[in-house]
């Protein structure tokens, strides 16, 4: 068996720009799961807008970013100077608690493309898919009452999937989306803990990933970045996936290859996986989960996004506590040091 997925990847495995590509020119939504705040994962899709625009895909789309600064971003990334000083506003605006770096350089990177295309030539264009969530509302316990004041705009991922619908599946446009795992989903439903149901498991199939694959099932395609899963029963993220299968074939080359291939009828699809996402489903295997897999980088060598130590310097700190996220999550801090000490916990943990 390990031979014959040795040989599978050796004859079929593509560079992850190539992948990406191909897998943009078939689908017009190509969605990119990733765990929030890797640097590799930022740093690949940074130097992939290049090569997306010259393949005719003309949009980035990314969960980081509220609709209601579309009009300020794109003019960030069309102007005549990059405002780096906004492009960290922009990301502040919708969520004060992501002071990293790799974020807001995807929006340098689109300048950089659009500075240099001719006059009169299509612009590339980052489209934010959420909206600017009011947390000073958020006393800490969610409940159908609270979240309709938080979530103000209605259930996010359908706000997501209209969005898109709007600009780019009636516009007839492509489109590369950056979005957390969970967001990725299209054929697989995620098991959750319910104590009405049998075996207490609810298989949600809500997310932006669901919802388009049951409009337009033959034009979304799904891609996982490799990354730790959580384990059945604890939920730490400590998993590797497929049980580590994916990462003992990595070592059998002669050096470390970045790739992306198929999971979708393959033999690196039929992988077995123990995870949690397992849960509630028998014989699982990676092709239930995505479509596609891309391998920038073992696990062990993965790095957390830059964490930017200037990101608060032009916003009171009143207004990073007020809007602070998910406050059932994690303590308010009540001083700036307890801030980045948060903040830079999150990217050690990648």
């Keep these: 068996m390990k031979s014959q997925l040795m040989n599978h990847l050796k004859e079929n495995l593509l560079s992850p720009e190539k992948y990406v590509i191909k897998k943009c020119k078939?689908?017009?939504?190509?969605?990119?799961?990733?765990?929030?705040?890797?640097?590799?994962?930022?740093?690949?899709?940074?130097?992939?807008?290049?090569?997306?625009?010259n393949a005719g895909i003309y949009h980035l789309g990314m969960e980081f970013g509220a609709s209601e600064d579309q009009d300020a971003l794109d003019e960030l990334i069309t102007g005549e100077t990059f405002d780096e000083e906004l492009a960290k506003k922009l990301i502040f605006n919708y969520n004060v608690k992501w002071p990293y770096k790799e974020y807001w350089e995807l929006y340098r990177a689109a300048w950089?493309?659009?500075?240099?295309?001719?006059?009169?030539?299509?612009?590339?264009?980052?489209?934010?898919?959420?909206?600017?969530?009011n947390w000073k509302e958020?006393?800490?316990?969610?409940?159908?009452?609270?979240?309709?004041?938080?979530f103000h705009k209605g259930n996010?991922?359908?706000?997501?999937?209209?969005?898109?619908?709007?600009?780019?599946?009636?516009?007839?446009?492509?489109?590369?989306i950056l979005t957390g795992t969970i967001h990725a989903l299209t054929r697989y439903h995620y098991p959750q803990y319910d104590e009405t149901a049998s075996n207490f498991i609810r298989f949600n199939d809500g997310f932006l990933g669901n919802l388009i694959y049951q409009k337009y099932p033959s034009h979304v395609f799904s891609i996982l970045l490799h990354q730790r899963f959580s384990d059945k029963e604890s939920l730490i993220e400590d998993r590797s996936p497929a049980n580590g299968q994916i990462e003992e074939l990595i070592t059998e080359f002669d050096h470390v290859v970045p790739m992306g291939f198929d999971l979708i009828d393959t033999v690196m699809g039929e992988l077995k996986d123990d995870s949690y996402y397992s849960t509630g489903y028998s014989d699982f295997r990676l092709k239930d989960l995505f479509d596609g897999y891309l391998f920038l980088s073992p696990l062990n060598k993965l790095k957390g996004c830059t964490v930017d130590p200037h990101f608060l310097n032009r916003q009171l700190f009143l207004d990073v506590q007020v809007n602070y996220p998910d406050k059932d999550w994690a303590r308010v801090p009540e001083t700036q040091e307890e801030y980045w000490q948060e903040v830079n916990s999150y990217v050690a943990r990648v």
């Design 156 to 176: 996010i991922e359908k706000y997501r999937f209209h969005l898109i619908e709007k600009e780019i599946m009636d516009k007839n446009e492509r489109i590369l």
């Design 112 to 133: 950089e493309l659009n500075s240099k295309v001719g006059k009169g030539a299509q612009k590339f264009r980052i489209l934010n898919l959420s909206y600017k969530y």
């Design 26 to 53: 078939k689908y017009p939504i190509v969605l990119l799961a990733e765990r929030h705040a890797v640097k590799q994962n930022l740093d690949f899709v940074n130097k992939m807008i290049p090569a997306l625009y």
């Design 138 to 150: 958020f006393s800490g316990v969610r409940t159908p009452q609270s979240c309709s004041k938080i």
